[in-house]
């Protein structure tokens, strides 16, 4: 049923009553209920909490307030259907092999993911948006995979007559699916917006709520870094003219006029989110679920908004591989409104989830278990990652490299002569100087290379059924 513009906005003020104190507490023979939150596009400082002043994102900023935010929070591969396997799966790229939109998960993959493996220890679970991975011909068979399924394959629309605009049309699904929840089972629905990506090829892209189109006028926004057009004009000429970046640029931001209506639109996009995640609280209080519920929010890459004269995501800069993660777990409020510093990926979700409901985590996952850095422990943790992106697109160039704390190192290894850029975050972490052909920075150069090179040795060696264990970490 639609909703009125005076009653959808109003889910702002009751849902932001709701108190990290309310409820039942989970019992000692009932593991907690999971609800997994996943955005499209949303990059790590495009909410309140991440940083962002103007944009309006109070029930994300709560859930920061009530748990945990990982301010260093990263994907592995920056595009949908390669990130969403690893949200599934706790696997790198080379390991889960889904590079692109056409391969499903495996019958392996399937069990060894979070929700198979929940499912197969009695938790009821629910999945609502977005798929992501496979084609059409594949929902069927995830379908079945879960008690409550509302998935579906490929972008999905955001606006179809008859029906509330997608994002509000999900979070009445996610209540659907609460109601029909139990106090003696444990549940686990994961909702994957669509929102903010851009509806692809109909203009204006960023199609809002309607009932949201003015809720920035009269904002003035200040260009991001990266915008005067140097970066661009530096680069090579396979990432300039027709790459799929650039094309999408034009369409989008490729005048003043056209990225203002388009960043505030991206805006209102997460507000929409927001608004449905203020309703999925305000009705887990009212059940009395909220205190037995952990929550994680997260995107699923970053996002190129105008800045390096592109759009999109799929390269290694901050922009697009940097995204939010919280995690609210109502058995450690004293933890309430903290920040870790740690380097955490999209492969850590699955793990955490598993060990949130109390299940062992398979020993062949490539991501780690966050739940002690949640609970404030300080356990041995990664000093460098590994990103790569080999996604088959003409006008999408490859790419992979690593990141430590200090250093990010990355190449282009099809470009002729390959072509690399590598910079020193400590001191700049705007990535605006190149560093990579400096001969004062050749011998780290030299060996981030050689680390790159460890980490595809390693994962190329995976198995389904042996441990994994990441390339000793050898510091720059």
Not at 336 to 349: F, K, P, Q, Y
């Amino acid at each position: 049923m639609q909703r009125s513009r005076r009653e959808f906005l109003g889910t702002l003020g009751t849902a932001g009553a709701v108190g990290l104190g309310c409820g039942d507490r989970a019992s000692a023979d009932r593991p907690p209920n999971v609800l997994f939150l996943l955005t499209d596009d949303q990059r790590y400082d495009m909410f309140g909490a991440g940083g962002n002043r103007l944009i309006r994102t109070p029930h994300m900023d709560r859930l920061a307030s009530e748990g945990v935010l990982f301010a260093n929070n990263f994907v592995t591969t920056s595009i949908c259907a390669t990130s969403r396997a690893s949200f599934f799966t706790g696997l790198y790229a080379r390991c889960h092999g889904i590079h692109g939109f056409r391969a499903p998960l495996s019958e392996e993959q399937h069990a060894l993911s979070y929700p198979g493996r929940l499912r197969e220890s009695g938790y009821r679970t629910g999945f609502i948006g977005k798929y992501g991975v496979g084609r059409a011909e594949h929902i069927e068979d995830a379908a079945a995979r879960f008690d409550y399924f509302e998935g579906w394959p490929g972008q999905g629309q955001y606006l179809v007559p008859g029906r509330a605009h997608m994002t509000e049309h999900l979070g009445n699904q996610a209540l659907e699916f609460l109601e029909g929840s139990t106090a003696d089972q444990p549940w686990n629905l994961s909702v994957s917006f669509k929102a903010p990506h851009v509806q692809d090829n109909v203009a204006p892209y960023f199609i809002n709520d309607p009932r949201l189109d003015d809720i920035y006028d009269g904002l003035r926004l200040q260009p991001f870094p990266h915008m005067d057009g140097t970066y661009y004009d530096s680069l090579p000429e396979f990432l300039q003219a027709d790459t799929e970046s650039r094309i999408r640029w034009l369409r989008r931001f490729g005048t003043p006029e056209k990225w203002e209506e388009s960043v505030k639109r991206y805006y209102a996009l997460i507000h929409g989110v927001d608004l449905q995640i203020g309703r999925m609280l305000e009705r887990l209080e009212s059940m009395g679920q909220l205190d037995n519920t952990v929550v994680i929010f997260a995107g699923d890459n970053g996002f190129f908004l105008g800045e390096r004269g592109w759009a999109g995501k799929w390269y290694m800069h901050e922009e697009s591989i940097r995204t939010p993660m919280v995690v609210r777990d109502p058995r450690q409020p004293q933890r309430a409104g903290t920040r870790r510093s740690e380097m955490t990926l999209n492969i850590d979700v699955c793990p955490t989830i598993l060990s949130a409901a109390g299940l062992d985590i398979p020993s062949c996952m490539n991501g780690r278990d966050l739940m002690p850095l949640v609970r404030g422990e300080s356990p041995a943790w990664r000093q460098e990652w590994f990103y790569e992106h080999l996604f088959e697109h003409q006008r999408v160039p490859k790419s992979e490299g690593v990141r430590t704390h200090d250093w990010k190192y990355f190449e282009f290894p099809e470009a002729a002569p390959p072509y690399e850029e590598m910079y020193h975050l400590a001191v700049d972490p705007q990535e605006t100087v190149n560093l990579a052909d400096s001969p004062d920075h050749a011998n780290t150069r030299d060996h981030l290379r050689a680390r790159r090179d460890a980490w595809v040795e390693n994962l190329e060696s995976w198995n389904i059924d042996q441990p994994w264990t990441e390339p000793a970490y050898e510091a720059v």
